[in-house]
């Protein structure tokens, strides 16, 4: 998978990773776990999923989810 390929290539130590997707039923899967497991010495925030019939409220969504992670006010 791409995305793994990248994230075992790249060095994310002291980096904070903050997951999102769109998605059609599945969610977030094992996405951050495996983040986790990929990316040792990395702080993985908790991530957003929203679901693609969803998508007339993701800016809404997403602004909450930002809040809540206390990256923006």
Do not use: Q
Not at 15 to 27: L, R
Not at 28 to 48: A, F, H, Q, Y
Not at 61 to 66: F, K, P, T, V
């Amino acid at each position: 998978m791409a995305v793994f390929t990248f994230l075992e290539g790249y060095n994310f130590s002291g980096k904070t990773i903050v997951p999102f997707c769109t998605h059609e039923g599945s969610g977030m899967g094992r996405s951050e776990s495996d983040i986790k497991k990929l990316c040792p010495n990395t702080k993985v925030l908790s991530g957003l999923a929203i679901r693609g019939n969803n998508v007339e409220r993701a800016d809404k969504d997403i602004a909450n989810w930002l809040k809540k992670l206390d990256l923006i006010s």
